[in-house]
Nanobody, 126 residues
Framework: QVQLVESGGGLVQAGGSLRLSCAAS????????MGWFRQAPGKEREFVAG????????YYADSVKGRFTVSRDNAKNTVYLQMNSLKPEDTAVYYC???????????????????WGQGTQVTVSS
């Protein structure tokens, strides 16, 4: 069982930055693929970024490529999402997710992840 707790959300002006953190419990954290998703009001949850279990490979949705960076610190059981040049359309609840697999792949759908955090709100004002 893995428990995930996100933090770092808040209100920021367009063009600003935020860094989200996701703290994970469980001794197998370093073996799992991690992802970030977001869900805006009235919309489906969508993929934002993913990172391999060692952190050597990452991938992004086109909408955030070049602005967001995902990273992880396995010694701290934590994954991060650095968000720069934020836009009003980035406003959403952001979720951290964990996939119990060490097999490399680009996992970018909700159904491919096994555990989820409770989410943290990010609001970008224009």
């Amino acid at each position: 069982q893995v428990q995930l707790v996100e933090s770092g959300g808040g209100l920021v002006q367009a063009g600003g930055s935020l860094r989200l953190s996701c703290a994970a419990s469980g001794r197998m954290f370093s073996s799992y693929t991690m992802g970030w998703f977001r869900q805006a009001p009235g919309k489906e949850r969508e993929f934002v970024a993913g990172i391999s279990w060692r952190g050597g490979s990452s991938y992004y949705a086109d909408s955030v490529k070049g602005r967001f960076t995902v990273s992880r610190d396995n010694a701290k059981n934590t994954v991060y999402l650095q968000m720069n040049s934020l836009k009003p359309e980035d406003t959403a609840v952001y979720y951290c997710a964990c996939r119990r697999s060490t097999v490399w792949g680009t996992y970018n759908t909700v159904g491919e992840y096994d555990y989820w955090g409770q989410g943290t709100q990010v609001t970008v004002s224009s």
